[in-house]
């Protein structure tokens, strides 16, 4: 149990086009998911965290109008990049915590395995 | 604001050898500590953690003990296998969860040779 999964694994777009990525919970439901950016030989930094129903919250530095979050569903949660750029390119992983703490210790996150973005 | 330093990589050991990834955090409360481990091509996974200090967090024969005199919390394990390979990522947590906000270390590619 506990998977979370992240479609697609990896993308190629041009420059000035949008991709989406999504983001699943597929055997919990997750009020709230986080969307992290990893650069190479880099860790992971939080860029946003998301919570179903409502708007999601931005770390600072985060542009909101060009990485846009919903998270319509308890089981899912998107990222797009719009108007992406050569520097946009990144690793991109989500991670998921249940609504709820039964079955589960702790509420802990879950992590997706990432979505490759290049960008050319 | 709270950082979370590891020591760089890439480590690359014999198999039965022992592992150290040591791990240092600053932060302005008192956090809880994590390893993960992102074994190719896979999420990250929660290995183990500790909550207080002194507490010792272990799995898989992996061990770390939270440090807050020395705020560290170096990872061992007394014999690597090959499917120790992957690379891991100590992280802190102002909650007492990791479902709270997590900050994370630039991660630790470990790779064991046969």
């Known amino acids: 149990g506990a998977v979370v999964s992240q479609h697609p694994s990896w993308v190629i777009c041009k420059s000035g086009t949008s991709v989406k990525i999504e983001c699943r919970s597929l055997d919990f439901q997750a009020t709230t998911m986080f969307w992290y950016r990893q650069f190479p030989k880099q860790s992971l930094m939080l860029m946003a965290t998301s919570n179903e129903g409502s708007k999601a919250t931005y770390e600072q530095g985060v542009e909101k109008d060009k990485f846009l979050i919903n998270h319509a569903s308890l089981t899912l949660s998107t990222l797009t990049v719009t108007s992406a750029h050569p520097e946009d390119s990144s690793f991109y992983i989500c991670?998921?915590?249940?609504?709820?703490?039964?079955?589960?210790?702790?509420?802990?996150?879950?992590f997706g395995p990432g979505t490759r973005l290049t960008v050319l | 604001g709270d950082s979370v330093t590891q020591m760089e990589g890439p480590v690359t050991l014999s198999e039965e050898a022992f592992l150290t990834i040591n791990c240092t955090y600053t932060a302005t409360g008192y956090p809880s500590l994590f390893w993960y481990v992102q074994y190719p091509g896979e999420g990250l996974q929660l290995l183990l953690k500790a909550t207080k200090a002194d507490d010792k967090g272990s799995n898989k024969g992996f061990e770390a003990t939270y440090r807050k005199e020395t705020t560290s919390f170096h990872l061992e394990k007394g014999s690597v296998q090959v499917s120790d390979s992957a690379v891991y990522f100590c992280?802190?947590?102002?909650?007492?969860?990791?479902?709270?906000?997590?900050?994370f270390g630039e991660g630790t590619q470990l790779t064991v040779n046969p």
């Open positions: 992280a802190l947590s102002v909650g007492e969860t990791s479902g709270s906000r997590l900050t």
């Open positions: 991670s998921a915590r249940e609504s709820s703490c039964c079955g589960r210790e702790d509420n802990e996150q879950f």
